[in-house]
């Protein structure tokens, strides 16, 4: 049994969703995890066994324009990993968690006390913020002190050789759904799909946190040119800056009366558990984990062809890939596939088939083989 501290934002966001689910499936194998974070993460879940929650509180100080959070974490963490006597520190996100965690292993280190940690960077720490010229120096440096690094996909790894000075080995671990634990109550499922298609519409779903990035407005054309052609309800769950114009952009489409606006849900699964078709037409997607959460649910997925898309939703298979911004071509794919009953079920299958790629089972040997690398190499 280890003892591993993991680092990671508690919102709703692809980093600490999968933080999450990562470490309760370590506390299912029996080590002891501590969550590390400013708030309860949103997957997390109110009682787990071998689950230690620890808040990470700032308080205000008038000396400050703005609250020390990456300090407080810093000394968190010592705090933690001294009076815990945790093995291991896994931050997920490079900004401030790596480079507390290279502060906090320092302090600790004139304590006589060894611990390493690992960064796993998710997308925008690299592809968005690391961009930012003030951000670059700490996180090349963070990265390249980190004692193991892992990235949730190959194009997201090329992405940060492409836009850092990183001088270190970066290991690829996808990110994952546990389908273990997706139940198919197909009664209740149906009495829910009725709610929102009572007629029996499509369903058709997106998830997201509603950036730019996100390209929205691409989902509520091609909503429109589906809608045109078969009955259909578009399901947007999710909240963010791009919330604010949807219903002026459904009023200029004249969709408005077929579009639900549902916020944020801790849990996507009642969605998607209805869902017929899932749309993901972002600008950019370092692996595109609500994708693959579709695709656990048996729902096939039009997306754009960028970032690590294409490693998760394989084209022809699992769903289709477009070019950024192509609307017409997802809608028309999108209609191929509504259209044709046997072609949809025999996709909603394949998709299902696709996702068993990413199963937890496959996935969290690699975290535990890479952990254990990392912990001989620092006893060495």
Request: hydrophobic share 40%.
């Amino acid at each position: 049994m280890k003892k591993i501290g993991i680092v990671c934002y508690p919102t709703f966001g692809g980093s600490g969703v999968v933080a999450t689910e990562l470490g309760k499936a370590l506390a299912e194998k029996g080590h002891e995890v501590h969550f590390i974070t400013y708030n309860e993460p949103v997957r997390l879940g109110s009682f787990n066994k071998n689950i230690i929650y620890h808040e990470v509180r700032v308080a205000e100080y008038p000396l400050f324009d703005y609250p020390p959070y990456e300090l407080v974490l810093t000394s968190k963490l010592v705090d933690v990993v001294k009076y815990e006597k945790l093995d291991l520190l896994h931050v997920h996100y490079a900004i401030p968690h790596a480079s507390a965690a290279y502060n906090a292993q320092h302090i600790l280190e004139c304590e006589g006390i060894k611990i390493p940690y690992i960064t796993t960077l998710h997308g925008t720490d690299i592809t968005l913020v690391g961009k930012d010229p003030s951000f670059e120096p700490v996180i090349t440096f963070a990265i390249n002190q980190s004692n193991g690094v892992t990235a949730v996909s190959e194009s997201l790894k090329r992405d940060t050789f492409e836009h850092f000075h990183i001088n270190r080995e970066i290991e690829v671990i996808p990110n994952f759904v546990n389908l273990d634990k997706i139940e198919h109550k197909w009664e209740e499922k149906r009495g829910l799909k009725e709610i929102y298609a009572p007629n029996g519409e499509f369903i058709i779903s997106h998830i997201s946190n509603f950036r730019k990035v996100k390209r929205i407005p691409d989902i509520l054309k091609i909503f429109k040119k589906v809608r045109e052609r078969m009955p259909a309800k578009l399901l947007l769950v999710g909240d963010g800056p791009e919330r604010v114009h949807l219903r002026n952009q459904c009023e200029e489409l004249g969709i408005c009366a077929d579009v639900m606006i549902m916020g944020k849900l801790k849990s996507p699964d009642e969605v998607l558990s209805i869902s017929d078709l899932f749309l993901l037409t972002s600008e950019n997607e370092s692996f595109g984990l609500a994708a693959l959460e579709a695709m656990a649910y048996h729902v096939p997925v039009i997306s754009s062809n960028t970032g690590g898309i294409p490693e998760v939703n394989k084209h022809g298979f699992s769903g289709f890939l477009s070019d950024v911004g192509d609307v017409d071509d997802m809608a028309a794919n999108a209609i191929r596939l509504l259209s044709d009953k046997e072609l949809l079920n025999k996709f909603k299958a394949q998709a299902r088939e696709q996702a068993e790629l990413f199963n937890i089972n496959k996935v969290l040997p690699l975290y535990i083989d890479f952990y254990n690398k990392i912990l001989d190499k620092a006893k060495g």
